[in-house]
């Protein structure tokens, strides 16, 4: 059983090289920019189409950086629906007007680009060399670029999605570490806002390795940030990888507790979640309390065939 893996789409929350300008490797001298546009009232990742919607209104007033940038994010709402043929179209259709722009468009652009090549939305067959290849470069250049104009959510950005390229664990923990490792630097709120996604996913690669107790400690500090910032959806999931490490680590009476109050939290909520009855089912199965282990296990296969057992 694996584990989940929360939060790789950080704090707001995979052929065609061609699309690749012959600036890839322009020397950058950016000065220290302020993002003029916010883009985190218009998003709704769970509505992708609305918040395409809002893209396009907000375009009837924006300055010709921020047209770009939206149309950036446009071009994301289609790969979050699949749809990356429309996507790198979009993206193609502003290709021109991105080597006169700012870091901010820059940046976002080769960002989107790699989303259309590799991300959580692509299936493991469209991950081909070819693929992996494109998306590299693009998350490179991305990177580059905002690393060169300090814009340190953007750099963590890209390096949270070299994860989707690199997908050993020895290699998404080395993206981790630096990507970290900008966000204990940072003073800029937007990159700090990365930091409980970062240690999920420092924490996640470390426990692929076996190194248990460094994901716990990575998981754990993970939570405490999580409950700062008072999102009961996020801090249960966080609490989970807690959980799972704890069995992992053989122990169980510790990881039953979490996972119990977790069943409760999600009931009261009214959001039951299969991961917590897989974990309740494995955890009961391995103390020998089968009875209860067949209990969870029919929760949750009545959850994932979307039946409520009635």
Not at 118 to 145: D, F, I, K, M, N
Not at 285 to 293: L, Q, S, T, V, W
Request: with cysteine; proline share 5%.
């Amino acid at each position: 059983m694996s584990g989940r893996r929360v939060a790789c789409s950080g704090p707001y929350c995979k052929s065609g090289a061609h699309l690749l300008p012959a600036f890839l490797m322009t020397c950058l001298a950016f000065p220290v920019p302020t993002m003029a546009i916010d883009l985190a009232p218009l998003w709704n990742f769970n509505d992708p189409e609305l918040s395409e919607q809002r893209f396009r209104s907000a375009l009837q007033t924006a300055t010709p950086d921020d047209a770009l940038v939206l149309q950036t994010q446009i071009a994301r709402t289609y790969g979050l629906r699949k749809n990356f043929v429309e996507a790198q179209a979009i993206l193609r259709s502003i290709e021109p007007k991105i080597a006169a722009a700012g870091p901010e468009a820059q940046t976002r652009f080769y960002l989107e680009l790699g989303r259309t090549f590799a991300s959580a939305a692509h299936t493991p067959e469209s991950q081909t060399p070819e693929a992996r290849e494109a998306a590299r470069a693009a998350y490179g250049r991305a990177l580059e670029v905002a690393k060169a104009a300090e814009l340190d959510s953007l750099a963590i950005d890209a390096l949270h999605m070299f994860a989707f390229v690199d997908t050993a664990p020895q290699d998404q923990l080395k993206w981790g570490l630096e990507a970290l490792g900008i966000v204990e630097s940072s003073t800029q709120p937007q990159a700090i806002k990365w930091e409980a996604s970062i240690r999920n996913n420092i924490g996640y690669a470390l426990h692929q390795l076996a190194r248990y107790p460094e994901a716990l400690a990575q998981f754990q500090q993970a939570v405490v940030i999580r409950e700062r910032e008072a999102d009961a959806e996020s801090t249960r999931a966080a609490h989970w990888m807690v959980a799972w490490t704890l069995r992992a680590l053989d122990r169980l009476d510790e990881a039953l507790e979490i996972q119990l109050r977790l069943e409760r939290e999600c009931e009261a909520a009214g959001q039951p979640d299969p991961y917590v009855f897989e974990e309740l089912e494995i955890l009961y199965r391995a103390e020998g309390d089968f009875d209860r282990a067949g209990h969870y296990e029919r929760l949750r296969k009545e959850l994932v065939s979307g039946t409520d057992g009635r």
